[in-house]
C-alpha cells in the first residue's frame, strides 16, 4: 500500500501546524518550509479545510489553524479524507473484471490488512506525531 503524494502533503502541513499551534500559519510559510509549489499546497489545504481539518480566517490576524486540537484529530481521518481509493487490488475495484475473484483466498487477508492499518493509523493522534518549532528552523521565543 502507498499513500499518494497529496496524502503526504497533507499530513505534513498538519504536522506543521499542530508544531505551532496554537499560533496562526499561512501558505508561504508552508511553501517556505517545504519547498514546494505554491498551487500544490493551496490545492491540499484547501482540501484539508473542506474536511474541516484545518480553519482558515481572512483578513488582519487571519491565517490557518487547527480546526480542533491536535490531540483530536487522528493521523487516520487525515489519511481518510484525502486517499480516495483503499481497494488494494482489482477484485477490491468497482467493474472488477478478475476472473477468480469467486474462489480467490487472497481477498479475505487483503481486506484484514487494509483494516489493520486503518485502525492503527487511527490510534495517532496528530498530537502524537507534532514536532517542535525548532524542528522546523523557528526560533521558540
Same mark, same amino acid.
Given at each position: 500500500?502507498?499513500?499518494?503524494?497529496?496524502?503526504? =502533503?497533507?499530513?505534513?502541513?498538519?504536522?506543521?501546524?499542530?508544531?505551532? /499551534? *496554537?499560533?496562526? $500559519?499561512?501558505?508561504?510559510?508552508?511553501?517556505?518550509?517545504?519547498? =514546494?509549489?505554491?498551487?500544490?499546497?493551496?490545492? %491540499? %489545504?484547501?482540501?484539508?479545510?473542506?474536511?474541516?481539518? =484545518?480553519?482558515?480566517?481572512? +483578513?488582519?490576524?487571519?491565517? &490557518?489553524?487547527?480546526?480542533?486540537?491536535?490531540?483530536?484529530?487522528?493521523?487516520?481521518?487525515?489519511?481518510? /479524507?484525502?486517499?480516495?481509493? $483503499?481497494?488494494? %487490488?482489482?477484485?477490491?475495484?468497482? +467493474?472488477?473484471?478478475?476472473?477468480?475473484?469467486?474462489?480467490?483466498? &487472497?481477498?479475505?487477508?487483503?481486506?484484514?490488512?487494509?483494516?489493520? $492499518?486503518?485502525?492503527?493509523? @487511527?490510534?495517532?493522534?496528530?498530537?502524537?506525531?507534532?514536532?517542535? *518549532?525548532?524542528? $522546523? @528552523?523557528?526560533?521558540?521565543?
Amino acid at each position: 500500500m502507498r499513500l499518494n503524494d497529496t496524502t503526504d =502533503l497533507a499530513l505534513r502541513i498538519m504536522i506543521y501546524a499542530a508544531s505551532v /499551534h *496554537p499560533r496562526r $500559519f499561512n501558505i508561504d510559510q508552508i511553501v517556505q518550509t517545504y519547498a =514546494l509549489p505554491r498551487s500544490t499546497i493551496m490545492k %491540499v %489545504v484547501s482540501s484539508l479545510t473542506q474536511g474541516a481539518l =484545518l480553519s482558515a480566517q481572512r +483578513g488582519r490576524g487571519g491565517g &490557518l489553524y487547527l480546526a480542533r486540537e491536535a490531540s483530536e484529530i487522528s493521523v487516520g481521518d487525515i489519511i481518510q /479524507h484525502m486517499e480516495t481509493d $483503499f481497494d488494494l %487490488v482489482e477484485c477490491m475495484r468497482t +467493474g472488477n473484471r478478475c476472473t477468480i475473484t469467486e474462489s480467490c483466498k &487472497l481477498i479475505p487477508p487483503l481486506i484484514a490488512a487494509r483494516k489493520a $492499518f486503518i485502525e492503527t493509523i @487511527g490510534r495517532y493522534s496528530v498530537a502524537d506525531v507534532a514536532l517542535a *518549532p525548532s524542528d $522546523f @528552523g523557528m526560533d521558540t521565543a
